[in-house]
T-cell receptor, first 114, second 109 residues
Framework: DAGITQSPRHKVTETGTPVTLRCHQT?????MYWYRQDPGHGLRLIHY???????DKGEVSDGYSVSRSKTEDFLLTLESATSSQTSVYFC?????????????FGSGTQLSVL | GDSVTQMEGPVTLSEEAFLTINCTYT??????LFWYVQYPGEGLQLLLK?????DKGSNKGFEATYRKETTSFHLEKGSVQVSDSAVYFC????????FGSGTKLNVKP
């Protein structure tokens, strides 16, 4: 157990509504990541953070924003949800000190946008 | 850019059969290579890793060897069990993690 909690675990929402997903870690790791998982695409990086208030875009960042005001929390916001954002969202953490550093994953959030 | 390609699934095997899941990579540097496993309803878990050429990662009977000459990191297991049914992801890490699309393994009794 890497001490990662994602909330909510499941969410159903309507197109156009804002949605915020939360990732909480107890490991005090520097790096935190948000991925989405879709059939045929594997995991794709949305945004990542390398410290408090330090974030950067991943490969599929359009339509998403993030915030990290505390080391332990990394929030992913869909400002206006669309059906194409229906997916499973995973948070991951690492100490990020070397390329061999592994990622620890949360259990995921299943988001359905109707 | 950096990328990972793995064989498409699903792969269906009978219990005690030999497993190979192919993975090849493209990288500008010398990445570390990983296999992750995802059981239904869960997040990904690290299965094994290798950090340099010719290294062999192993765990729970699974093995993979870092082959620089063929840019490959194929996953193998000599005798699969029903409990090995899951989705397997190959990944590389240099400055960022890149994941393959995943291969679903079904093992039948």
């Amino acid at each position: 157990d890497a001490g990662i909690t994602q909330s909510p675990r499941h969410k159903v929402t309507e197109t156009g509504t804002p949605v915020t997903l939360r990732c909480h870690q107890t490991e005090n790791h520097r790096y935190m990541y948000w991925y989405r998982q879709d059939p045929g695409h594997g995991l794709r990086l949305i945004h990542y953070s390398y410290g408090v208030k330090d974030t950067d875009k991943g490969e599929v960042s359009d339509g998403y924003s993030v915030s990290r005001s505390k080391t332990e929390d990394f929030l992913l916001t869909l400002e206006s949800a669309t059906s194409s954002q229906t997916s499973v969202y995973f948070c991951a953490i690492s100490s990020g000190t070397s390329p061999s550093e592994k990622l620890f994953f949360g259990s995921g959030t299943q988001l359905s946008v109707l | 850019g950096d990328s990972v390609t793995q064989m498409e699934g699903p792969v269906t095997l009978s219990e005690e059969a030999f497993l190979t899941i192919n993975c090849t990579y493209t990288a500008t540097g010398y990445p570390s290579l990983f296999w992750y496993v995802q059981y239904p309803g869960e997040g990904l878990q690290l299965l094994l890793k290798a950090t340099k050429a010719d290294d062999k990662g192993s765990n729970k009977g699974f093995e993979a060897t870092y082959r620089k000459e063929t840019t490959s990191f194929h996953l193998e297991k000599g005798s699969v069990q029903v409990s090995d049914s899951a989705v397997y992801f190959c990944a590389l890490n240099f400055n960022k993690f890149y994941f393959g699309s995943g291969t679903k393994l079904n093992v039948k009794p």
